[in-house]
């Protein structure tokens, strides 16, 4: 119920002149929707993503990574830990990953790019979330206080997730 009355509240907290985008799955559309605005950065992407595996939004990841933008993502250490997740590889590959240090697991799925358009809903960075399950992402363009909040969420998550104890947990998975 709590998140239905969040969702809720999120709408009607909207500005006339911002742009929504819904979608659902098992579709290409939240993948397609996503890589076009990996793609559409110019600076940054903050993004707290319960798991990573799908191959467009990782390439595409890596390709914003060598245009210069600055990356940084949170995900969940167990999920982290899977074979199929794309976490060490893009860790590897220099882009800024911490996982989780605080909280049971990291559950969330939301993105915010260049601090000017966010996204969220069920969908997880996946596979089988394009594929094979039922899932909603909804993307806000052009209302500050709604990307607002996400960011600010973002930073706080950053900083309370601290690099020392996610460098630990990789030293540890190496």
Same mark, same amino acid.
């Given at each position: 119920?709590?998140?239905?009355?969040?969702?809720?509240?999120?709408?009607? !907290?909207? !500005?006339?002149?911002?742009?929504?985008?819904?979608? %659902? !799955? $098992?579709?290409? +559309?939240?993948?397609?929707?996503? *890589?076009?605005?990996?793609?559409? !950065?110019?600076?940054?992407? +903050?993004?707290?993503?319960?798991?990573?595996?799908?191959?467009?939004? *990782?390439?595409?990841?890596?390709?914003?990574?060598?245009?210069?933008?600055?990356?940084?993502?949170?995900? +969940?250490?167990?999920?982290? =830990?899977?074979?199929?997740? =794309?976490?060490?590889?893009?860790?590897?590959?220099?882009?800024?990953?911490?996982?989780?240090?605080?909280?049971?697991?990291?559950?969330? /799925? %939301? =993105?915010?790019?260049?601090? /000017?358009? =966010?996204?969220?809903?069920?969908?997880?960075?996946?596979? $089988?979330?394009?594929?094979?399950?039922? &899932?909603?992402? *909804? %993307?806000?363009?052009?209302? &500050? #206080?709604?990307?607002?909040?996400?960011?600010?969420? %973002?930073?706080?998550?950053?900083?309370?997730?601290?690099?020392? #104890?996610? &460098?630990?947990?990789?030293? #540890? #998975?190496?």
């Amino acid at each position: 119920m709590g998140k239905i009355l969040f969702i809720a509240l999120l709408f009607l !907290s909207i !500005s006339a002149k911002a742009e929504v985008e819904v979608h %659902f !799955s $098992p579709s290409k +559309d939240c993948e397609n929707a996503l *890589v076009e605005r990996i793609n559409a !950065s110019k600076k940054n992407i +903050d993004a707290a993503v319960y798991s990573i595996n799908n191959k467009s939004i *990782v390439n595409a990841l890596k390709q914003a990574h060598d245009r210069g933008i600055q990356i940084r993502i949170l995900t +969940d250490r167990l999920q982290a =830990a899977g074979n199929s997740s =794309a976490v060490k590889d893009l860790r590897n590959y220099g882009i800024n990953i911490r996982v989780h240090t605080r909280n049971k697991i990291e559950h969330n /799925k %939301f =993105a915010i790019f260049d601090g /000017k358009k =966010a996204s969220t809903g069920s969908y997880n960075w996946t596979n $089988p979330a394009s594929d094979k399950n039922s &899932e909603n992402c *909804v %993307f806000f363009s052009e209302d &500050e #206080k709604v990307v607002g909040e996400f960011q600010n969420r %973002f930073n706080y998550l950053w900083q309370i997730n601290t690099a020392e #104890k996610s &460098e630990e947990w990789f030293n #540890k #998975k190496q």
